[in-house]
């Protein structure tokens, strides 16, 4: 009776690491460990990482909103 749990034991351990193994392959090992030890991802995620500052752009691309409007009602024109 010993015998058989310690084996029942042994092939789960071993099922457990083939199974993780493969998922490290697939994945990498960093999204495995993630996966275990934070579960799926929510948007409190922020809360576990080092967060930086994003400065915005001093140039933007457009700088007045009325420029993409007179490109949209030319291209929107030129269509029909």
């Known amino acids: 009776m010993e015998k ?5 034991a042994v092939s789960l ?3 457990l690491v083939f199974i993780l193994t493969i998922l490290s392959i697939k994945y990498s090992p960093v999204y495995v460990y ?5 579960n799926v991802a ?3 995620d922020y809360k576990l990482y080092e967060n930086r500052n994003i400065k915005s752009s001093d140039n933007p691309m457009i700088e007045k909103p009325t ?3 007179l490109i949209l009602e ?3 024109t030129s269509m029909k």
């Open 4 to 8: 058989t749990i310690k084996i029942i």
């Open 13 to 15: 351990i071993v099922l």
């Open 34 to 38: 993630r996966l275990i030890t934070q």
């Open 42 to 44: 929510d948007v409190y």
């Open 67 to 69: 420029e993409f409007n």
């Open 74 to 76: 030319k291209v929107l």
